[in-house]
């Protein structure tokens, strides 16, 4: 199991991210905390708006995540920036696509079964 330090709130923590796709196909990635050996949930790191995101890219929730979760994507070698946004409500979302690689790395099943969702779908 590969864990990411995120540094949030004056600690740092072990975060593990799981794939997995939303309801139509979007990738959404889930973040769970390791302390003393046990798994807690922590937060998604992505939001799913009313559009279709092309394959292996997803929305980064910063109005929950806050904006410095950017900056820990790039920095991890998760994601990079795709220049779009989205909208919902009065919160602005990045888009950011994710390495495939990297993907299949953290988590191989989850990302399995997403790429298997997606071909299903939108056959690509």
């Not at 991890?76 to 299949?104: D, I, K, M, N």
């Amino acid at each position: 199991m590969k864990t990411f330090d995120l540094q949030k709130y004056g600690n740092v923590y072990k975060i593990q991210l799981n794939v997995t796709s939303y309801m139509e196909g979007n990738l959404a990635i889930t973040m769970t905390s390791w302390e003393d050996g046990e798994a807690e949930p922590w937060n998604v790191l992505t939001v799913n708006l009313d559009s279709v995101c092309p394959q292996n890219c997803a929305f980064i929730d910063t109005n929950n995540n806050g904006e410095d979760i950017l900056a820990w994507i790039v920095r991890h070698g998760l994601a990079v920036p795709t220049g779009t946004y989205g909208r919902s409500g009065f919160c602005r979302y990045p888009e950011y696509r994710f390495r495939p690689e990297v993907l299949q790395e953290i988590d191989p099943d989850g990302y399995a079964s997403y790429l298997r969702d997606w071909k299903e779908r939108y056959g690509a």
